[in-house]
């Protein structure tokens, strides 16, 4: 399984962004998919996390109410909506995905197999 993030980039505080994640996976609908980030010097942290049904979905508390993750199974796609940008959002973001049984929704990095190459997201202040 191979995936592809993009959609980062520069955009001042207040403003959006979404970041898609494509799956070069036969069937996409048995792959639960993660956001996670991370800064210079800093661990990877969890961002949001959806599982198989669109309605497993959780969130880090801080981008709670701000972020929106969203998995289109047609196009083999996760999208990670960012609104009300802060600049402690900026970080390079990394999709992953897992296949995973019934409603189980990872949300730990070491839960995950496969990785997206990440996506630099820069918000200015």
């Known amino acids: 399984v191979q995936l592809q993030a993009s959609g980062g980039g520069l955009v001042q505080a207040g403003g959006s962004l979404r970041l898609s994640c494509a799956a070069s996976v036969r069937t996409f609908d048995r792959y639960a998919g993660g956001w996670f980030r991370q800064e210079p010097g800093k661990e990877r942290e969890f961002v949001a996390a959806?599982?198989?049904?669109?309605?497993?979905?959780y969130y880090a508390d801080s981008v709670k109410g701000r972020f929106t993750i969203s998995r289109d199974n047609a196009k083999k796609t996760v999208y990670l909506q960012m609104d009300s940008l802060k600049p402690e959002d900026t970080a390079v973001y990394y999709c992953?995905?897992?296949?995973?049984?019934?409603?189980?929704?990872?949300?730990?990095?070491?839960?995950?197999?496969?990785w997206g190459r990440g996506t630099l997201v820069t918000v200015s202040s």
């Open positions: 992953a995905a897992r296949s995973v049984i019934m409603t189980y929704t990872p949300r730990s990095s070491s839960e995950y197999d496969y």
């Open positions: 959806i599982g198989r049904a669109t309605t497993s979905v």
